[in-house]
């Protein structure tokens, strides 16, 4: 029998409803990645008031897995039954190839290199932003995660809303290392960070040791990270 975890501060595998519709619709968000413990902290607890959650945007369709595309977009289309889904895709092939059986699920869909500032500007267009999640699951390079975190979390995320990046541990992985080679998303992070935890008016602190390259990303609230992945939390516009 399963020992009850209610009293956790984030859900139990065993209790994960996301754990379990991820399985269900066959997708890698939990194995091998096991996201279902930072979904699970963020969406479980508000799980019985889930049809609250009015858009959701995630890039990254599926076009390159082996089992295919859209699975996560079943996912996010049953386990938020009232939101908009609207999905990112660089292989606009696919996406025609696919697209009945995207209408089918019930989910829209943007195409696209993530890393242009153009078609970034043009998804929020289309989109109408506004979203309540919006969620990096795309190509996984530099510029690509830099660019669409700079953009879309001031540009298509509603204030209180929560910027979900996946697949961090190949940041620094060199065939992921374009562009100018500097904007390696860990250190664009733990810069951040420092920025956030180090309040330069308080008189305690001591930025003479560290002074980080990277500045605060505006209205960014907090930011929390599990093996793999960070949420960026953003601040209510009051």
Known sequence: PVANRSGGF?????HNHFKKLAKIVNTDKIDPHNYETL???YFELMYERRHTVRKIFEIG????????????????RQYFPSAEVWMAEYDKECVERHKQTLVDIGVHVVTGDQASLLTLRSWINETGGGFDVVIDDGGHSSMQQYNSLILLFLHALRPGG?????DLQIARTQQFVDGDKQHIMIDVIKDM??????????????????TPRWGLLPH??????QRAACVFSKCYSD
Do not use: F, T
Request: hydrophobic share 40%; proline share 6%; aromatic share 14%.
């Open 10 to 14: 984030y859900v139990h595998p065993a």
């Open 39 to 41: 979904y699970g902290k």
């Open 61 to 76: 369709l599926g076009c390159n897995m082996q089992y295919g595309p859209g699975h996560s977009a079943r996912l996010w």
């Open 162 to 166: 929560i910027y979900i990046l996946e």
């Open 193 to 210: 960070l420092e920025a956030l935890v180090i309040d330069p008016g308080d008189g305690y602190a001591d930025l003479s040791a560290y």
């Open 220 to 225: 960014l609230k907090m930011i929390d990270c």
